[in-house]
């Protein structure tokens, strides 16, 4: 069963189905009746006391029933638990009362619930990871917190106090015995999950003793990592991921960051030579010397960190050492000179790569918009996963008056929202939508008319790759660029390994639709016009990808000029 209720996009007229399960019972047989079934309203008469304990002792004396089911019409007898519809998991019964999670999309964190049958009634228990009911139905293990707590089987809200304590928990594991079991879990999954039965063409069963033979050379799970890896990459297919596993890992010390470029001046201060744009209302996209107050120019020098001269330290990295989402102290000036200059606080990042590419892409949209007079839009989709989405959205909506779109995948790491992005890149318009006093618009909405191209390189890899192929088989535009990386068989996730290890089988490939050849995997998709960036002239800030598609987008609005109209039709229009 499934409950129907669509949340409509604020982007454009579309839809999508959350929130979609219920709780439903069956009664087994037809003779019982339902919890839900009207009630009569006659005052019950109160049995004796002393005649209900008699009957008390007759029950306890009977011996259990048989379960009853009547399988005729049995999917008529359901009833529907009346609970918001949402994501619910992990149900339980204990008599009349019923235990059950949600994480639905309004829920912050997943929650525990229980519904009273008899007095029909829903109580939200708390925020938990989990539970287990006792096999006496008295007590429930709860995870909450990074803890395991057992209380009484709850009726209400519940507190918890005091967990486990699982400190004392000893455990004596035979290291070399665990990683053997490991190395044959994964050459079992392997074998039974891997996309095609042949194995391309690897004798599977030789390969796995080949390496089992040095499984006692083993003596850091680093080792068999490494092992794991060689074994599946005979197979010489992608997303054959090996990694993870139980083994002391060094704390990394961040060093803070500042969002900028600097050189190191005669004086033996720093000087500023770029400070990176940034959207500081967003936390990825924090720059530092941005923020609303620090005032920090080009040009300006950084004397001191904490009131360390940094002509008398190290670098300036080094006092930053340790100091990423902290507080610094930083002296400014306008000269290299400690004479003059004005102390600010800044938080530094830790990461600088967000700030980046935010520039990057601006940067490219600035360029685009100024070769072509602003008729042609340009955006970038880093990768096909929920970033990905997001960037494609608030780039490409913005953009729907533009008369042409270049649609950059270089470097795109992947996911699995490719048909999403090309649905509304293959968007026709039909018809034009008028509304008094506003500018006629294509119907359906959401969609750019006009000539678009696609950039690729090396770098455009699984869903990235995917992408392309459907670029170019639904006939959208000219690709431009370099071959794509090639990696297009699927997975879905790791088994669960004893020592939290993960290796990702290929589960899923893609062949064409006459049935005769395997796509993309090995090969790439190749673009229509070769493009190589040169590593010196693209270092130097000359992108010559970009401007080949700036170069061919503007042949295309010349050669196929789309034209809505923006008017609607003169004249009155008479009901009869």
Do not use: C
């Amino acid at each position: 069963q499934r409950d129907f209720r669509p949340t409509y996009s604020w982007t454009e007229w579309n839809h999508a189905y959350q929130d979609m399960s219920g709780i439903y019972l069956i009664t087994l047989a037809k003779d019982t009746k339902s919890p839900f079934e009207p009630k009569n309203d006659e005052v019950e008469i109160k049995k004796d006391e002393k005649d209900a304990k008699k009957d008390d002792k007759k029950d306890s004396k009977e011996e259990t029933k048989n379960v009853k089911i009547d399988f005729d019409e049995i999917t008529d007898r359901t009833v529907k638990v009346p609970v918001t519809a949402s994501n619910y998991f992990n149900l339980s019964s204990v008599g009349s009362k019923i235990y059950y999670m949600r994480n639905g999309s309004k829920d912050s964190k997943a929650v525990l619930l229980m519904y009273d049958l008899e007095k029909q009634k829903e109580t939200e228990l708390g925020n938990v990871n989990g539970y287990e009911i006792s096999a006496d139905n008295k007590k429930m293990l709860v995870g909450a917190n990074s803890s395991y707590y057992i209380i009484d089987l709850p009726n209400d809200k519940i507190d918890l106090k005091e967990s486990l304590d699982l400190s004392g928990l000893k455990m004596y594991l035979n290291r070399h015995e665990e990683w053997r079991q490991i190395f044959h879990q994964v050459s079992r999954a392997v074998r039974d999950f891997f996309y095609v039965e042949n194995m391309h063409g690897l004798d599977w069963d030789a390969n796995v003793k080949k390496y089992e033979s040095i499984l006692d050379n083993v003596n850091h799970r680093i080792d068999l990592t490494y092992i794991m890896g060689e074994m599946v990459g005979e197979l010489n297919v992608g997303h054959a991921y090996v990694g993870g596993g139980d083994y002391e890992k060094p704390d990394r010390i961040k060093t803070g960051l500042l969002g900028a470029q600097v050189e190191l001046d005669q004086s033996g201060f720093y000087k500023i030579t770029k400070i990176l744009d940034g959207a500081n209302w967003d936390k990825s996209l924090r720059s530092p010397l941005k923020e609303i107050g620090v005032n920090a120019k080009v040009g300006d020098y950084i004397i001191a960190v904490d009131g360390t001269p940094l002509n008398e330290s190290t670098n300036l990295f080094a006092e930053l050492t340790g100091k990423a989402d902290k507080q610094v102290v930083l002296s400014l000036n306008s000269k290299p000179s400690k004479d003059g200059a004005r102390d600010v606080i800044v938080v530094p990042v830790d990461d600088e790569s967000n700030l980046y590419y935010y520039n990057w892409v601006k940067d490219n949209i600035e360029k685009v918009s100024k070769a072509t007079d602003g008729k042609v839009g340009y955006l970038h989709i880093p990768d096909m996963g929920v970033g990905g989405l997001n960037e494609f959205v608030k780039r490409y909506y913005p953009q729907l008056g533009k008369e042409a779109l270049i649609v950059d995948v270089r470097g795109n790491g992947g996911g699995n929202v490719s048909p999403m992005i090309i649905e509304r890149l293959r968007r026709e318009a039909i018809m034009m939508d008028n509304v008094r006093n506003n500018k006629p618009s294509p119907d359906p909405d959401g969609l750019l008319v006009g000539p678009k191209v696609m950039l690729i390189d090396e770098f455009s890899a699984s869903d990235g790759d995917i992408v392309n192929y459907r670029f170019k088989q639904y006939g959208l535009g000219p690709i431009i660029g370099k071959r794509s990386w090639g990696g297009t068989v699927g997975i879905w996730g790791s088994l669960p390994y004893v020592d939290g290890g993960t290796v990702m089988v290929p589960e899923a490939g893609l062949f064409d639709l006459n049935g005769k050849d395997w796509l993309i995997e090995g090969t790439g998709v190749e673009p229509d016009i070769v493009v190589d960036n040169d590593p010196a002239k693209e270092w130097a800030g000359e992108d010559q990808q970009l401007n080949r598609a700036i170069e061919e987008i503007q042949k295309l609005m010349k050669e196929y000029p789309t034209k809505l109209p923006e008017k609607a039709p003169e004249g009155d229009i008479k009901v009869n």
